[in-house]
């Protein structure tokens, strides 16, 4: 399964971008899909994951502002991100877990290219 990531950009302080990751096969094979962001200079960090079953689980920084949502028919995840802060700015990584290990990343999980979503203030 390929993952394609896509919709980051130059947004101000306060707007909003929608991230899209479509996969080549069916999303509903995994056990969850989420998005993690990697800022410069320090680690990767899973923003938001969505289990097969619509289990929801966001990180602090983000509760609130991110709604992460999938559909299974356009085998697509998507990361709908509002009242964006300079600190969200970071490439952002679509991933696929076969099986569900939390916020662990593992040699099983499947990667998008990244996108990158950059915040000015």
């Known amino acids: 399964v390929q993952l394609q990531a896509s919709g980051g950009g130059l947004v101000q302080a306060g707007g909003s971008l929608r991230l899209s990751c479509a996969a080549s096969?069916?999303?509903?094979?995994?056990?969850?899909m989420g998005w993690y962001r990697q800022a410069p200079g320090k680690q990767r960090e899973l923003v938001a994951s969505?289990?097969?079953?619509?289990?929801?689980n966001y990180v602090d920084s983000v509760k609130g502002r991110f709604t992460i949502s999938r559909d299974n028919a356009k085998n697509t995840v998507y990361l709908q991100m509002n009242s964006l802060k300079p600190e969200d700015t970071a490439v952002y990584y679509c991933?696929?877990?076969?099986?569900?290990?939390?916020?662990?990343?593992?040699?099983?999980?499947?990667w998008g290219q990244g996108t990158l979503v950059t915040v000015s203030s």
């Open positions: 969505i289990s097969r079953g619509g289990i929801i």
């Open positions: 096969g069916s999303i509903d094979s995994f056990s969850a």
């Open positions: 991933n696929a877990k076969p099986h569900w290990t939390g916020a662990t990343m593992t040699s099983r999980d499947y």
